[in-house]
């Protein structure tokens, strides 16, 4: 079963995210932080992040370098209610695999998630 880490500090859309995403028999973690985040990816080793850009303390850019530096086999979908096409670029330039506008359109996460999974299951074959 793939592990999907949800990082947004939204209480409510995070449950949204994970009662959806268990219904399709992920197993999912939540952090509420960017720093929970961090520690939960070095301990967790989940294979996907849902990780939103605007957070208190360590916001998503910074939850997404610091990974990147230890992690390269963490799929990243940053999500966020931004419309800002260079956050966006900057986001895909520092190892972000997608970038998802808020409000999610569920059907279109879930196809991403696939696509990451397939792609990172061909580069460990």
Avoid: W
Wanted: glycine residues 4%.
């Amino acid at each position: 079963m793939s592990k999907i880490l949800i990082v947004d500090d939204n209480v409510s859309l995070s449950f949204l995210l994970k009662s959806f995403l268990e219904e399709k028999h992920y197993d999912v973690i939540v952090a509420h932080s960017g720093m929970d985040a961090l520690e939960k990816i070095k301990t967790l080793k989940p294979d996907i992040m849902l990780l939103d850009i605007m957070m208190e303390g360590i916001g998503g850019m910074e939850v997404l370098k610091r990974t990147r530096q230890f992690n390269n086999n963490i799929g990243i979908i940053m999500v966020s209610a931004l419309i800002d096409d260079a956050l966006h670029k900057k986001a895909l330039e520092d190892g972000a695999d997608e970038f998802i506008i808020k409000p999610i359109d569920y059907n279109h996460l879930h196809e991403c998630i696939l696509v990451d999974l397939i792609m990172r299951n061909k580069q460990n074959e």
